[in-house]
């Protein structure tokens, strides 16, 4: 009986790690979106062309963006990883391993928490620049 309580448990906390996982991965695609606009407004013709350093402003965002591309990617790699891990420990009772699982969780907890952090903090930058180069049109 207390071999049943424990797995229960164990089922209890991989289903909340399991929820989690599903949580980050909407948190991308969220993000996907946003890089997405940022990205055509960068691009786009909309900006004051008298506007000094306008170019290397943009650029330097562009670069920033992809820069972040890169880290958002490495880090769903690892929770795609993390993750098929996850499954496999729905058969196995606890052990060291998970353990080891928990600890690689909270990590990647971390690392998400800091780009999602980073791209705000990018995101607000770009807006606060571009909103004040925006060229205004006369009704």
């Known amino acids: 009986m207390a071999k049943q309580e424990i797995t229960s448990k164990q089922n209890e906390k991989l289903k909340e790690l399991h929820w989690k996982i599903q949580q980050w991965k909407t948190q991308f695609q969220v993000i996907g979106d946003e890089i997405l606009f940022l990205e055509r ?12 350093n306008l170019f290397e402003r943009l650029e330097d965002y562009k670069r920033k963006i992809e820069e972040l591309k890169y880290d958002l990617k490495t880090i769903r790699n690892s929770i795609s ?7 496999e420990m729905f058969d196995v009772p606890e052990n060291n391993n ?14 998400l928490s800091d ?5 705000q903090i990018l995101k607000s930058e770009i807006f606060n620049y571009t909103g004040t180069i925006l060229i205004k049109h006369n009704p």
């Open 98 to 111: 998970n353990q080891y699982y928990y600890q690689a969780h909270n990590q990647l907890k971390s690392n």
């Open 81 to 87: 990883v993390h993750e098929n891990s996850l499954g």
């Open 41 to 52: 407004l960068l691009n786009s013709s909309a900006f004051n062309s008298n506007t000094p």
């Open 115 to 119: 780009c999602i952090e980073n791209f």
